[in-house]
Every structure is written in structure tokens, then in C-alpha cells.
């Protein structure tokens, strides 16, 4: 059960953010919301509370930011809010060719937010959770995390970080009464496609509604599963079932034409 569990969730006013808020806060769990923006922060925190009737905090922090996790963490303490599940919601991506069309500006920063704030976060966090014997972790990772990324090379390659990650911690925390679970989402309909310039592409022609994802990740994390794989269409199950053991150019041609912009109208 989550009530009285607090979850601290990063990226939270974002399309599965703000799933994961819902559903924590509808079993009258706590939250710490983290985001870039106070003001919409204030205002996720004003409707979580009023409708669910639960204390909710904020922190603003720039997860792109070297000292990011440590100013959360330092919030958390010097507050004496006590982390029960740490989400680690935040990502972006970005379509574009890494030699002419993608800056150092966006891909160190996608590394940053998708790769060295997590980890610097569950450094902070994990070693509390062990101390008291209880916790859950649920990094937010991606299908993306299964093959290489032509057009999304840094992205598909963070995300196969954050699973590989995941999954030796999940290993390292058994029978610490610490778990760590890793959610791989298909496309699904939030601000990712838009932020990122992918909205015109085959590989969101058929994206889905973010909750039943958020859904599946939340439970997956309460029951310490190792990996989640949710959102994916049909066609699209047999596809990552044996994408490990497809001819690896064919499997590169097939993953770039999805991201070319403007392939969706084709």
C-alpha cells in the first residue's frame, strides 16, 4: 500500500509524471514533486492536495545540473522528508543526425538528465534505504534501451544505460528489502515527441496513452519486479522479442526510417 508512503517523483508535471502522481497520491500516498519550473510545480502541488487530500512538497532543480541530486537530497534532509520510492521519471530526447544536426549543447545535456542525475540520485538515496530495510526505486528507461538509435543515437544509448544500471542493482539489493524496478515504454502520447521533433515520425504514428504505462511501472516497482515492458503495440511485441538476434544493418535501416521526420505522412 502507498498511503503514507512518500514518493519523490522527477519530471512530474510532465505526461507520465503527472500518471505517476495520480496514481500514487489516489492510494493516499505523499509526494515530493521535482521540476524545473516552481510555478507549475505550485500548481501541480495545489490540485494534488486538494484533490487526493495528501501533503504534497516541491523542489525546483535543473536536472541537466551537475548539483542537481544533491540539492534534492540536501531539501529532503535538512526538511526531514523521508523518501520511502524514488522515481526517476525525468528524460528527454531528440531527433537529429549526432554529426550535423544535434548541438554538444542538447546531447551532454540529455546525459546529464538521462544518465548522471539518476545515478548521482540513487547514490544518495539507496544507501538510506538500505540502512532502514525498505525502499523502492523505478527508473523510467525505454524500449529504446533494446537496439542502437540511428538519428537518436545519444538517447537510445542512455536508455540502455538506465536498464543495464537498473537491472545490476537489482541484483546487488537482493535481500536488502530494497528493490530497484526499470520501466521500458513503447511511444507513448506525451510532450516527448513534440520536445524532441518527433512528433511527424513513424515511431509515434501509433503512440499510446501514457496511464495504463504509468500503471504498469508503478505496480511492476511495488512488486519488485525486475524489468516492465508496457505500452507496445502488436506488431511491436514480436519485433523487440527479437530484435537482439536481427541482422544488426538491417536492424539500424529499419530503426532510422522510423525517426526520419516527416516519414508518419509517408
Known sequence: ?????????????????VC??????AKGGNLILV??????????????????????HTIAADLSW?????????TCKENRWEVDYL?????????????????????????????????RLCKLFLPDFVVRGKGKV????????????????????TKAYVTSWSNALWRELKGTGVTVTCLMPGAMQTGFADAGGLSDTKLFANAVDPMPVAK????????????VTSGLLGWQKPMMAFAPIFPKKMMLDFVYDQQIAGSAKK
Open 1 to 17: 500500500m502507498a498511503e503514507k508512503m512518500t514518493a519523490l517523483i522527477t519530471g512530474s508535471y510532465g505526461g507520465l509524471g
Open 20 to 25: 505517476f502522481v495520480n496514481i500514487h497520491a
Open 35 to 56: 521540476g524545473r519550473d516552481q510555478v507549475k510545480l505550485n500548481a501541480q502541488k495545489e490540485e494534488t492536495e486538494k484533490k487526493y487530500q495528501v501533503t504534497v
Open 66 to 74: 551537475p548539483d542537481a541530486a544533491q540539492k534534492i537530497y540536501d
Open 87 to 119: 522515481i526517476n521519471n525525468a528524460g528527454f530526447g531528440g531527433q537529429g543526425d549526432f554529426t550535423s544536426e544535434r548541438t554538444m549543447e542538447q546531447d551532454m545535456s540529455m546525459i546529464a538528465v538521462n544518465i548522471e542525475t539518476p545515478t
Open 138 to 157: 523505478l527508473n523510467v528507461s525505454s524500449t529504446a534501451a533494446t537496439m542502437p538509435g540511428p538519428l537518436q543515437a545519444c538517447y537510445y544509448a
Open 216 to 227: 504498469d511501472g508503478y505496480d511492476g516497482m511495488m512488486n519488485g519486479k525486475l524489468n
